[in-house]
Nanobody, 124 residues
């Protein structure tokens, strides 16, 4: 299994921005970000395929979040803009070494490795 280490979470006011980073111990074909708020199921927020560059976003973050990856550094980023209180959750980096599409990984939660999670709190 890959080792995934997240960074970049924190407290931000509504309308603010944060950038999450996930450093992987090796190469992963598909990698993404999931989140889990208290009392809710974990959901796929955004995923990206390293082979095709194809991305997937859950509807609630489209136009506000951007996922990107640096394959040379085995690092994936999630730029989060115009944050809302409902974005508050623990955000987890996830990876799938065997190829699945970005949408399959996020929607079907096809994950082999999880990071430890980083808290994002959006509050005034």
């Amino acid at each position: 299994q890959l080792q995934l280490v997240e960074s970049g979470g924190g407290l931000v006011q509504p309308g603010g921005s944060l950038r999450l980073a996930c450093a992987a111990s090796g190469f992963s074909l598909t990698i993404g970000w999931f989140r889990q708020a208290p009392g809710k199921e974990r959901e796929g927020v955004s995923c990206i395929s390293s082979r095709t560059g194809t991305t997937y976003y859950i509807d609630s973050v489209k136009g506000r979040f951007t996922i990107s990856r640096d394959n040379a550094k085995n690092t994936v980023y999630l730029q989060m803009n115009s944050l809302k209180p409902e974005d508050t959750a623990v955000y987890y980096c996830a990876a799938r070494p065997i190829g699945v599409s970005a949408q399959e990984m996020c929607v079907m939660k096809l994950v082999d490795s999880w990071g430890q999670g980083t808290q994002v709190t959006v509050s005034s």
